[in-house]
């Protein structure tokens, strides 16, 4: 029972593998170590039906196990599509950090003919923009423009001198 357990627990973690994987190469590889360790499973004695069940799960079909007693790896989720986002960015520090963080991430910015300079476009699956890209790129923006501006203003009130970034009304 202890190299069933082994297994048992070899296969959730190559699921886990495969679901977290970003290339096909990838998910392929996590495929082919999944399959041969089903084939250990099956060696083992039908996959451990009852015992893994009682003890992993409700038997409502979240585990993976199945009432034949054999282990079914869940579908792959179908692969995201990538979708296009258009940044228009006002200042050249925005700009320049758009940049960097798409060309780190292997992503291609471009422009199309006709857009302003200060507009960015790029290709990603929508769940690396919100989870990555968009809280990254709000993070280091806010810090760079925070800095920028005291960095500014110390620099204005130092060669000037007094320095009121307030207009009054008229």
């Known amino acids: 029972m202890e190299e ?9 973690k190559i699921q886990a593998l ?3 994987a970003a290339t096909s190469g990838e998910r ?6 999944l399959g041969r360790l089903q084939e250990s499973l099956g060696r083992l004695g039908g996959g451990g039906g009852g015992h893994a069940q ?5 038997g409502a079909g979240d585990t993976g196990w199945t009432r ?3 282990w079914t790896a869940p579908p792959p989720p179908p692969p995201e599509r990538e979708k ?3 940044f228009t960015l006002d200042n050249p520090w925005s700009y320049q950090l758009a940049l ?6 292997g992503l291609r ?3 199309r003919k006709g857009q302003r300079r200060t507009t960015v476009m790029a290709r990603m699956r929508p769940s690396y923009f919100e989870e990555v890209f968009a809280p990254e790129f709000r993070k280091i923006d806010h810090l760079l423009y925070e800095y920028l501006t005291a960095t500014a203003d110390r620099v204005i009130s130092e060669a000037i001198g007094a320095f009121d970034a307030h207009v009054g009304e008229v």
């Open 28 to 33: 392929a590889a996590a495929a082919a170590a």
């Open 84 to 86: 296009e986002y258009q």
């Open 109 to 111: 910015p471009y422009r």
């Open 68 to 70: 034949g007693r054999s």
């Open 18 to 20: 495969h679901d977290g």
């Open 4 to 12: 069933l357990e082994r297994l048992i627990d070899k296969i959730r």
């Open 100 to 105: 960097a963080l798409l060309r780190k991430a």
């Open 54 to 58: 009682s003890r992993h799960g409700t």
